[in-house]
């Protein structure tokens, strides 16, 4: 690779004044430094990077799309590339199935690939690796799945409390009374905790906290077909989804049956995904500001590397009003 | 003030050449430079920053010693500036009484005082700042308080649960059964939310929850002269303390009194402030790194200036084991 010491002997120059020449000093006349780049341009050289690369981290993908820029993790992804790239981390995306977490362990993989610490994001309580991270000795921070007890370990995603009592208090300040849940399956860490969440700020709210008004199902498909009527039945006015695609599900579900959103029920999703704008209403829903997440989680991890060990570290979650909820009609 | 320009009018030079003789650049010759940098002295010129200064952050302390090392906001504070001020913020403390929260607002005092964010130490529910955090509108991060649903709040500490987890298995795994708690004054949020996991820890690790094995008290005294008693009656062969400072009174009053600690009763602080490890015998306690909290303060803090707005970012405590704790001895 060519040098300032290259181009200094190859043109009979001092190294003082290729460099000189190189940064554009005042005291190098203009025909010097044209000759010094025209050489340094025909030699290769390139300028040395200022920042030495302080480590590779792995961003882990599994269950969730990411490629495309309307994808769940796409934004995550890049919040977190643009905190940690300017300050000398390289990043690389692993998507990451089932046999690999099987066959090598989480702190051993890490080595074998020179990882120095890793994000993991759409891990549900079947992963194998989730198991591995009450020990693991890698810097780790895990999306929306929280494992207490390891100093290695920490907890990034937004606070599920505020957000239902966001959800809840809105609805009841539209007069809901009876308000319903259905959750995608609670096999996933984030699910549990956004129902219990859901049910904590009915009762901080005063009101009724009934079980028969709350569904879920690993697959939506059962939360239509079995929850959806009795929830309906029951006098449900308004649902509040655990996710985003649910809500979108239960809407044009609704809707093939005559049911008018918002006027003859209230909808309301969760995560405020792209999709949520082009949903007939528009969405109302709890935002999770995905790129926040990105940086945030990138935070979470050099605080680790810096061995502030963090456990638990939370975004403030936003209602974002559109057009799926409103007060309920009284039934003549 | 001297500049550049000035130093070079003294001397009839360029400012180019005064640049050059003041940054050792090596085309000006030794005499140049140091006639340059003698009449820099002469006309008291320094070198500018290199950064400038970002902004002033306050710490705001309440009801907590910091002045001297061994007081307990002494490290927060210390690390708080550890991590500010290199990357260009000013910190300032201020102790801050009940007057100032009732004559100004959070909001105009730090308009008033040109901060751009605040960290506050010791705030308790009786605060009147309290109030207006639901609402304010710069950054403010409360370590060990919880303000939901203004994104521009945060609440740091250490993760009360996983503590509490810690200390109450650790006494399990001394074949503890009978294990009481007592705690400082309920007007604290902390102290509130240490108890609640203190009685979740219990239920998780498959011991009875009696609240009757429990204590708390505004004053220290009333916990040992009205709770403790009580306490030693039932059987309680360990208790967990809300805090250092009582859980050393405990071992004073029980050392009076004639029982053995820990071969008569187990005693568990909370802090691991430094006093513990002077104590007769040194206490076994949950720690909080106070230097990790301090520099994760303005991480939280740093975070929201960014626009990256946290909720709550906790840190992981450890077990620190002295010689408070012990199997319990059956009595004959």
Chains 1, 2 share one sequence.
């Not at 308000?179 to 904590?200: C, K, P």
């Not at 569904?215 to 939360?223: I, L, Y």
């Not at 559109?322 to 039934?331: G, L, N």
Request: aromatic share 6%.
């Amino acid at each position: 690779m060519a040098t300032m010491e290259s181009i200094a002997q190859a043109l009979g120059l001092s190294k003082a004044t290729v460099s000189k020449a190189l940064s554009g000093a005042e005291d190098v006349g203009e025909k010097t430094r044209l000759t010094v780049l025209k050489k340094a341009a025909e030699l290769g050289y390139s300028k040395p990077r200022r920042r030495a690369v302080l480590g590779t981290l792995a961003v882990f993908v599994i269950n969730m799309e990411y490629e495309k820029p309307d994808d769940f993790g796409y934004d995550i992804i890049a919040g977190f590339r643009k905190a940690a790239e300017p300050v000398g981390y390289r990043v690389k995306v692993v998507p990451l199935d089932l046999k690999t977490q099987r066959e090598c362990g989480y702190d051993d993989y890490m080595a074998d690939h020179g990882f120095c610490g890793g994000l993991l994001l759409g891990l549900d309580l079947l992963c194998p690796w989730l198991q591995e991270f009450a020990e693991s000795s890698v810097p780790a921070v895990l999306y929306d799945n929280h494992v207490g007890g390891n100093a290695n370990v920490t907890h990034v995603g937004v606070d599920n409390d505020e957000g239902m009592e966001m959800a809840v208090k809105y609805l009841k300040s539209l007069h809901h009374i009876r308000i319903g849940y259905l959750s995608g399956t609670l096999n996933s860490y984030v699910y549990r905790q956004r129902l219990e969440a859901f049910f904590r700020a009915l009762r901080e709210n005063g009101l009724t906290a009934d079980r028969e008004l709350m569904g879920h199902a690993d697959h939506t498909s059962e939360c239509l077909s079995k929850h959806l009527p009795r929830l309906l039945e029951r006098g449900c006015t308004a649902i509040v989804c655990s996710h985003d695609m649910l809500a979108h599900s239960v809407m044009v579900h609704c809707a093939e049956r005559g049911l008018r959103i918002p006027e003859d029920l209230s909808i309301l999703g969760y995560d405020d995904i792209p999709l949520c704008r082009y949903t007939v209403p528009p969405l109302t829903t709890i935002r999770q500001d995905r790129t926040a997440l990105g940086k945030s989680s990138f935070y979470a991890l050099s605080s680790q590397l810096a061995r502030v060990h963090l456990s638990t570290h939370l975004l403030h979650p936003a209602l974002i009003e559109r057009a799926s909820c409103a007060a309920p009609q009284r039934k003549e």
